[in-house]
């Protein structure tokens, strides 16, 4: 019973790191008509949502950097330490955009100060996916590391949907009093979560998969390791990756926008619907990782590539018939779909890399992935829309990304019983201390 107890509160305290910082992300992205205005006015509609669009990819493309940077702190002084961090600078970033003054009091100096804590934003995210979930991997079971790994990410998936039902205070207080100055509640309230971020994580202990390898590791370089042996593993990576970004992101960075400016859907319709959607991926989450832990993460993640590209043009159908019924029905169905790929894909994608290097292999290849997939979807998304002068056109493009990810999934080894020391990486364990295969 003891142990069951430690157990749940290893998962909960290296989960609750994606709650808050993936709350302090999604802030951003339910905020962007609001900021559109604020920052950027004086051109078109479009063009401030576009313009708000590319800041908000800002922060995907600095997640490479927190990642490379954060991944090899994580594997040099440990996972712990670096989470710790992590949490800091994400709060940061976040109060101090809900403190920035408008570019009607600064200017220019506004919207070019919103791209640095952005950028910090972007940082800081890079640096907890790859460390919390590593972390998380390395303290579960081989028999429960996908139900583990999905139930750390729900945590973040929730936080997107809490971080919609905090949006309604627009009705409360009146749409006048929230785009004039209510608006900075949410992302000061990120600041604040930074604060119980960093208590929670006090006293948390490195995973003793972590800490036997690093005391065998100690005088190695996990940079140079990964640069060398880990080739396959992001390669890996790269092919899981562009189902998940896209799909993950059509629904966290674009949907929510999209039904209030094209379908025209009230705000509080908007909100609930998206948040019921982005709710369906966070219970999805820990049953498909359970289910890759017995059927194995390739079939699981072949499965979800199917739902995605069967399921994105009827959903963006649905969502743009203007009924609140249909937003919700397509947002949930697509949103099951990214759950069951997400989980299982999660997995896989942090068991290709040995303990020696994981946070940094993962880091490189997974924050690169999803910097160009992710960062970009709500952009092309929205282009599209103008492009084709059709609402349908970003569920096409899902679609092709969902049938192309299913073939490049072929070529991804399963991964469920691989031992996390040595992974895929050290068929002959040259880079490996004596013993490593003996490791769990």
Known sequence: ?????????????????????IYDFAVFGFSVPIIAQHFFPGTDKTAALLSVFAVYAVAFFARPVGGVIFGYLADIVGRTKVLAWTVWLMAAGTAFIGLLPTY??????????LVMFRFAQGMALGG?????????????SEAKR???????????????????ILFMLQDVVGKVAYTDWVWRAPFVIGGLLGIVGFWLRLGLEEPDEFKEVASETAARNPMLIAARS??????????????????????LGFMFTFLVTQVKMPHTMALLTNAAGIAAIAITLPLAGSLSDRF?????????????ALSAFPALWLASSGTVEGALIGQVVFGI?????????????LEVFPTAYRATG????????VAVFGGTTPFIATWLVHKFNSPLAPGVYTAIVGAVGLLAIQFVPETRHLKLRTSTEDSNHSDMPDGAETAR
């Open 104 to 113: 009607s009091s600064l200017g220019v100096a506004a919207p070019i100060l």
């Open 1 to 21: 019973m003891r142990k069951k107890a430690t157990s749940l509160r290893t998962l909960a305290a290296g989960s609750i790191g994606n709650f808050i910082e």
């Open 296 to 308: 194995g993460r390739k079939k699981i993640v072949s499965l979800g590539a199917v739902w995605i």
């Open 337 to 349: 779909g990214v759950g069951i790929y997400g989980a299982a894909s999660m997995t896989a994608m």
């Open 128 to 140: 907890e996916t790859s460390g919390a979930a590593s972390y998380i991997i390395e303290s579960a």
């Open 362 to 369: 993962h880091a490189i290849s997974y924050q690169f992935s």
């Open 230 to 251: 880990g080739t396959k593993g992001m390669v890996h990576v790269l092919l899981l990756m562009p189902v998940l970004a896209v799909s993950a992101y059509l629904l």
């Open 146 to 164: 996908g139900r583990w790994v999905g139930a750390s990410y729900a945590f973040g998936y929730i936080a997107n949907a809490c971080v919609g």
